[in-house]
């Protein structure tokens, strides 16, 4: 079982920076797949990026690669979503999930949610 807190979400101008993170409650972090997805209102869920458990793979969606990175820290038990050079179109709730396996897109695959965090941005 794992529990996980989303932070870091707010209201940023188009062009700004947030970075999101995510803590995890439970037991042996670094053996769970990360990832980051979001909803927009009125649209399905979609993934975003995720991070292997030892940290040294990322994979992210083609219109957040070169924008955002993911990583994690397995002593803190966190991962964490740096987002640059916002768009209008990256506003959503975001949320971590995490999987035992390595099927990386799809969120039917994630067995632990956050509660989500809000990214708004302005034009």
């Known amino acids: 079982q794992v529990q996980l807190v989303e932070s870091g979400g707010g209201l940023v101008k188009a062009g700004g920076s947030l970075r999101l993170s995510c803590a995890a409650a439970?037991?042996?972090?670094?053996?769970?797949?990360m990832a980051w997805f979001r909803q927009a209102p009125g649209k399905e869920r979609e993934f975003v990026a995720a991070?292997?458990?030892?940290?040294?793979?990322?994979y992210y969606a083609d219109s957040v690669k070169g924008r955002f990175t993911i990583s994690r820290d397995n002593t803190k038990n966190t991962v964490s979503l740096q987002m640059n050079s916002l768009k209008p179109e990256d506003t959503a709730v975001y949320c971590c999930?995490?999987?035992?396996?390595?099927?990386?897109?799809?969120?039917?695959?994630?067995?632990?949610w956050g509660q989500g965090t809000q990214v708004t941005v302005a034009s």
């Open positions: 999930a995490a999987q035992f396996g390595a099927d990386y897109y799809s969120p039917r695959r994630y067995s632990y």
């Open positions: 439970g037991r042996s972090f670094s053996i769970y797949t």
């Open positions: 991070i292997t458990g030892s940290g040294s793979s990322g």
